[in-house]
């Protein structure tokens, strides 16, 4: 067996720990093995709550009993040391750790998906007594697989594939080792300032976008692959565009109309917000049916953007917290958001799943201030539901080459050449209720102006 | 598996204690408590990598341990991940004077949802895949009492009553048994050797018999049908596929392909099969001009499935064959892995034009994802390096699965919520039969549809006494029990 020397310094090389057997009094037999430490500097459970190690073969087969399954999920579990024993036929193995989310795992308790860290190496040939080994799993070979067959595996320094190290002895200390939490770009960044009136301050930061698992109505639309994403500071309205907006708007700097109200309950713009430059009915209503260039210029005017889809998703799931919707965790869609309380008649077949709550049945439609309990938890009201909403990205399956990068993505946009088609997110009156949760997509044409779509402002702080 | 125990992991992992009292003998403290010994006869998740025998859908990873005031509020929770064998069995201790009420729940970490108690966040596991146990104890008034409870898989999806007096389940023929039943008193710190992955129902079953030709041996065991990803998918065409339902499939033979015009045409032609017959293509009709049925004597379509067919005649189909159709249980079993919960027959990988057949053009005036237009013949999309390996088969050999045509079930359509499917726990070979429902169940996705519709949870609607160009069948057979 050759070993080849540690090239890059991933693998930092090793003092002792103690094993992990601590509590039934095995502390770990006299016979030579290896000590592996673990270190990370992804935060926890945020990228990773589980720890799966596996002795692999040459072909990369783990040897029968060869894999463990670590909770991970607290800080103070790392560095984590484990003990490993030779074979009687000696040899060195080979090792691979991967660091995922329980979410992400397979049916098989394995990661599922390339979400996580993953490190392969060989340990070293075994000295007398204890060799002591250290793996270092940094944030930036976060979704980049290693491949077993190949014997390569990520260097953090580049991203590339490095071939398989083997590991030396470390004879350092522990904390010299990387420490849980500390990739720098997960560090919170605040705004710069004060947000503008009625706009919320979301502190950038790195985040998962995407989920591992979803049932997509059409499959372009798959939450997967997932991709890290940092963000810098901004600002987003707390709420959407309203009619009284837009009018103002409309009056006093000429923009263009959006699509407005026709009273014929069969037409498609019946249930358009907007009525006329001059009826402030229904000022207080979210603005839908706008195109979405109208959308830009809208923000424009205000002095600001659109969202980004990463942007938007960030805000809903509650940035870090990443909950499954802007309220948290609750099920109960209908109760929180305006979701699904769409029409059902000759013309029109909406999703009316929460129409009708404690036997009484409400009206279709969106809600003027939609609903308040559809809040995150720094206060931007209705993603959840009311009006799905334009977000500045051209829509794009996550595994297209807008997305397709397994490095962190940062600050993303798709702007690749629109084929008329963006992104929408949120449920909205007339939408499905599941469509609510912080990752969800959809798309729609962006001139072809939709009853269910308007949209809020965002600015870069 | 390459070079068995060549190498081994030295020490097993530490668990976390509850309370404040260390698991370790040696750092006992000297006032009374109660010490919980936990186990457990369910599966871990650990023991998958030992091989593929075991269901995956069986196997439990993490424990959260309520304790409980008189009024069953919690008032302490823990969540204890204890996903290998070596970390079982699991103690913890309790220090509280006087009664003491736990609540024991065992589950799938990946299946369980974050929730939040008090300020404490926390995991909450569908209770149809949660094994719970409540547990009734008087505190010791001096010294240790030590305890051994045990977490029987039998009880997976039984829920306790907090009602007075309480019930909780204890083992299978005990599912509504006494809080303070099946409490063991340990002597002495030794733990007791666990019983993790002794629970039989985790196993496969093989077929006893040999299939006929052109059938596949779908191995019994343990699946839980359904998928939480597919809450609020259903409307009027989709059945729900939540909330989940835990069964034991027996072993079971079931038709390679899809029933194809010429086995039906064979069966006319040797006499057995009489009554109606599929709706013949009928070119002048956009919607029957796909249909593949031209008669007990044309040929020219033997190789494509059959369709355009009343239920009925599906039915009459297999019985004369010497099988029934299959059992949406048994449907979902073989398609999704046996246990393994697979989004697709062939794994998870998102489907493709080439790994199934789906989206071709049809009678329907929708953009299809796909270039093509009918049905093709069964097989057509077998597993091809031009489609990375990927093809529409499953993990024992049954072909289009998740496209060609949707398939007709013996059972009848119903939310997995309805009365139909409102068991109690773990279930063997459920069948849907509701005289009340006029349609019965679909699976698999149609060559005219969007590919998303090859997701194995997917529940449809069989169009009984309409048929459609969309929709076929295949047969399933007794594999014999053991």
């Known amino acids: ?461 | 598996m390459g070079g068995a125990g060549r190498f081994a992991f030295a020490a097993s992992v530490a668990f976390s204690a509850l309370g404040s009292v260390a698991a370790c003998s040696t750092t006992a403290p000297a006032r009374p408590q109660l010490v919980i010994v936990l186990d457990t006869d369910a599966p871990v998740v650990g023991q998958l990598a030992e091989g593929p025998g075991l269901s995956a859908d069986a196997a439990i990873d993490t424990v959260r341990v309520d304790v409980m005031d008189t009024k069953n509020v919690a008032i302490e929770l823990r969540d204890l991940v204890v996903p290998e064998k070596a970390g079982w069995p699991i103690s913890f201790g309790v220090a509280l004077t006087g009664p003491v009420r736990l609540r024991i729940r065992a589950f799938r970490g990946r299946l369980a949802r974050p929730g939040t108690l008090g300020d404490a966040g926390t995991l909450e596991s569908p209770p149809e895949i949660t094994i719970e146990r409540i547990v009734d104890l008087d505190s010791p008034t001096s010294g240790v009492r030590r305890v051994l409870v045990k977490l029987a898989a039998d009880c997976l999806g039984v829920q306790s009553s907090f009602l007075d007096p309480a019930t909780t389940c204890i083992d299978a023929d005990h599912r509504a048994a006494s809080p303070r039943d099946a409490i063991v008193d340990l002597a002495g710190d030794a733990l007791p050797p666990t019983s993790v992955g002794t629970w039989s129902g985790a196993f496969d079953v093989p077929c006893a018999k040999a299939p006929a030709p052109g059938r596949m041996c779908i191995p019994g065991g343990f699946s839980v049908l359904g998928d939480l990803d597919f809450s609020g998918v259903d409307d009027i065409i989709i059945s729900s596929s939540v909330p989940l339902h835990p069964v034991l499939v027996s072993p079971f033979h079931l038709d390679e392909t899809e029933f194809t015009v010429g086995r039906l045409r064979a069966l006319v032609q040797k006499g057995v099969f009489t009554g109606p017959q599929p709706t013949p293509r009928t070119p002048s009709d956009f919607i029957l001009a796909f249909c593949t049925w031209l008669g007990p004597n044309d040929p020219a379509n033997d190789a494509l499935p059959v369709n355009c067919l009343d239920w009925s005649i599906a039915d009459r189909a297999c019985r004369i064959e010497g099988g029934t159709l299959p059992s949406e249980a048994q449907w979902e079993h073989a398609a999704r892995g046996r246990g393994r919960g697979l989004l697709y027959p062939w794994g998870n990988q998102a489907p493709t034009c080439c790994s199934a057949s789906g989206s071709r053009k049809g009678p329907a005036m929708i953009a299809t994802e796909c270039a093509g237009s009918g049905i093709e013949p069964v097989g057509s999309h077998r597993p091809s390096a031009s489609c990375n390996g990927i093809g529409d088969v499953s993990r024992d050999g049954v072909l289009d699965l998740g496209g060609s045509v949707g398939e007709a079930m013996r059972d009848k359509s119903a939310s997995f919520s309805d009365r139909c499917w409102r068991n109690v726990g773990i279930v063997r070979d459920p069948v849907c039969v509701d005289d009340g429902i006029v349609f019965h169940a679909r699976r698999g996705g149609g060559w005219n549809e969007g590919l998303a519709i090859a997701l194995t949870p997917l529940r449809l609607i069989y169009p009984d006494n309409l048929g459609s160009p969309t929709a076929g069948f295949r047969c399933a057979y007794p594999g014999g029990a053991p």
């Open chain 1, 1 to 461: 067996m050759t070993t080849r020397p540690t090239k890059r310094g991933w693998i930092a090389i090793a003092a002792l720990v103690t094993p992990m057997a601590a509590c039934r009094g095995e502390i770990a037999d006299a016979r030579p093995q290896w000590t592996v430490v673990v270190a990370t500097d992804a935060p926890v459970p945020q990228f990773g709550d589980r720890l799966v190690v596996e002795l692999l073969d040459e072909q990369g087969a783990p040897c029968s009993g060869c894999r463990r399954i670590f909770d991970v999920s607290h800080g103070d579990k790392w560095p984590l040391s484990f003990g490993v024993l030779p074979s009687e036929l000696g040899g060195t193995p080979r090792m691979r750790v991967r660091l995922y989310r329980t979410a992400d795992a397979g049916s098989d308790g394995t990661p599922g998906s390339v979400a996580g860290i993953d490190a392969l190496a060989r340990l070293p040939a075994l000295g007398a007594g204890i060799t002591r080994v250290a793996v270092e799993l940094r944030m930036d070979c976060f979704g980049v697989a290693a491949d077993v067959a190949a014997h390569t595996t990520c260097d953090p320094t580049g991203g590339a594939a490095l071939p398989e190290p083997t590991l030396t002895a470390y004879a350092g200390t522990l904390d010299a080792l990387v420490r849980e939490g500390s990739w720098p770009r997960a560090q919170p960044v605040d705004c710069n300032g004060a947000p503008p009136a009625k706009m919320i301050c979301i502190p950038g930061g790195a985040f998962i976008l995407g989920f591992p698992h979803d049932f997509p109505s059409d499959i372009a639309t798959l939450p997967t692959p997932e991709h890290v994403v940092q963000l810098g500071a901004f600002a987003i309205d707390e709420d959407e565009i309203t009619v009284g907006q837009m009018r103002s708007l409309v009056n006093a700097k000429g923009l263009d109309e959006p699509i407005a109200h026709t009273s014929d309950p069969m037409s498609s713009t019946f249930m358009c917000s907007y009525l006329t430059k001059d009826d402030a009915t229904n000022d207080a209503m979210a603005l839908n049916c706008v195109p979405f260039a109208l959308a830009e210029r809208v923000c424009a005017a205000l002095g600001k953007r659109l969202p980004t889809e990463s942007e938007w998703e960030f805000v809903a799931g509650n940035a870090q917290r990443e909950s499954s919707y802007p309220w948290g965790e609750d099920d109960d869609i209908c109760a929180h958001a305006i979701s699904a309380v769409g029409r059902t008649d000759i013309m029109f077949l909406e999703p009316t799943t929460c129409r009708t709550i404690g036997g009484k049945t409400g009206a279709p439609g969106p809600v003027a201030g939609g609903s308040a309990r559809d809040a995150t938890s720094l206060g931007v009201r209705n993603m959840g539901g009311n009006m799905a909403e334009w977000v500045a990205d051209v829509f794009s399956p996550y595994t297209s080459a807008c997305w397709n990068s397994a490095r962190l993505l940062s600050n993303p946009m798709c702007s690749q050449p629109s084929m008329g088609i963006h992104s929408v997110r949120g449920s909205c009156w007339s939408c499905a209720a599941r469509q609510a949760r912080a990752f969800e997509r959809l798309h729609d044409t962006t001139d072809g102006p939709s009853d269910q779509v308007g949209f809020r402002c965002a600015k870069s702080m």
